[in-house]
């Protein structure tokens, strides 16, 4: 029976996962190096879709300290978003703090699974650390998935974005970015967008293979959407070809395409 590959990996969320990074990775607090290795490990504890990376104990320029057994938080829900801190573990294995030479401490900063593919390595908390580098590349938001990415591909499809029975967007020159995983996006170009009912919102988010995305608003003279799109101005190499277009949230407006 032909296996449907998407269903495979998702099929998988509840079991422990790891990956070859296959690249040099840094991390670095107060511009000094805490982790540098050559032999790192991409690794999703069950039920998270967003992995961390794991480091051999000896490429630690700090001591693990203050160890607590953890059993494996099953109260939690069958999928734990990026919200849900890295002190919340759902595998058995020990919890560390990481005592650092410059005198700092890393509160349950490192993870150490009770498995024994990964005995020798220690799980890091992505936001216990100001820089993280693939190379010599600065990584945003959280690291790269071996199995993720995204494309942007040009298209003469139409393209209508509406609030109620007004016209927020027309275009016949979208890209559609397809990203692992979620459903297909379309951004548009500026200039085929009504910027006049549209305000700048002070949310921003980032994005591991796109970059830091601003947020605008819909304001109508009777109604407001708060975060109706968002938009990448100075994007990664990845999301180049998205650069300076919106894109609409299709369940807070109409998005039609043909």
Known sequence: MAIDMIRML????????????????????????????RDVRVVWEP????????????????????????????????????????????????SWSLRLPT????????????????ADWVILDWHAFDEWTEEDQVVYAHPHDPF??????????????RLGDTV??????????????LQNRWYIPRDDVRMELLAPSDTSTACAYKGTASYWSAELDDLTVEDAAWSYDDPLHDGVPIGGMLCFYDDRVTVEVD
Do not use: K
């Open 103 to 118: 005198g700092a401490v890393l509160d349950e900063a490192a993870f150490t699974p009770a498995d024994p593919d990964l």
């Open 168 to 181: 927020l967007a027309d275009t016949r020159r979208p890209v559609l970015l397809q990203e692992t995983n």
């Open 47 to 94: 039920r998270r879709p967003v992995a961390q990376y794991a480091v051999p104990v000896s490429d630690l320029a700090g001591d693990l300290v203050d160890p607590m057994p953890v059993t494996g938080d099953e109260t939690q829900p069958a999928v734990l978003p990026p919200r849900v801190p890295f002190r919340v573990h759902s595998t058995p294995g020990t």
């Open 10 to 37: 998702r099929g998988m969320i509840g079991e422990l996962r790891w990956a070859p990074a296959n690249r040099r990775v840094r991390a670095s607090v107060d511009g000094y190096t805490v982790a540098d290795s």
């Open 148 to 161: 993720h990415r995204i494309d942007c591909l040009t298209s003469t499809r139409h393209v209508v974005v």
